[in-house]
């Protein structure tokens, strides 16, 4: 599977932004995906996940309330989409896939798209 993170940018706190990541190659209907963010010497840390078929769906409690993560399988995308954003959420964000099963461990995901950065301005 690979994937392609796009929709980062500049935005003012309160602001919001939607994040898409397309997958191509196999069955995208058959992983799990998640996104994860890396902020400026910090570890990449999980954000949000859902899973493969869309019914479940698992957040960071810093994100909870503000950001919904959806998926579309007939058109392999998943998305989060990031409303009340504030300074603490710049990072890059990247999307990454497993088969099947959720996981809020960044080493259990086989797949990952190039992030894309998302700034906060205060």
């Known amino acids: 599977v690979q994937l392609q993170a796009s929709g980062g940018g500049l935005v003012q706190a309160g602001g919001s932004l939607r994040l898409s990541c397309a997958a191509s190659?196999?069955?995208?209907?058959?992983?799990?995906a998640a996104w994860f963010r890396q902020a400026p010497g910090k570890e990449r840390e999980f954000v949000a996940a859902?899973?493969?078929?869309?019914?479940?769906?698992y957040y960071t409690d810093s994100v909870k309330g503000r950001f919904t993560i959806s998926r579309d399988n007939a058109k392999s995308t998943v998305s989060l989409a990031m409303t009340n954003l504030k300074p603490e959420d710049t990072a890059v964000y990247y999307c990454?896939?497993?088969?099947?099963?959720?996981?809020?461990?960044?080493?259990?995901?086989?797949?990952w798209g190039r992030g894309t950065q998302v700034t906060v301005s205060s």
């Open positions: 990454a896939a497993r088969r099947l099963v959720t996981s809020r461990d960044r080493d259990q995901y086989d797949f």
């Open positions: 859902i899973s493969w078929r869309g019914a479940n769906t």
């Open positions: 190659g196999r069955s995208f209907g058959s992983y799990a």
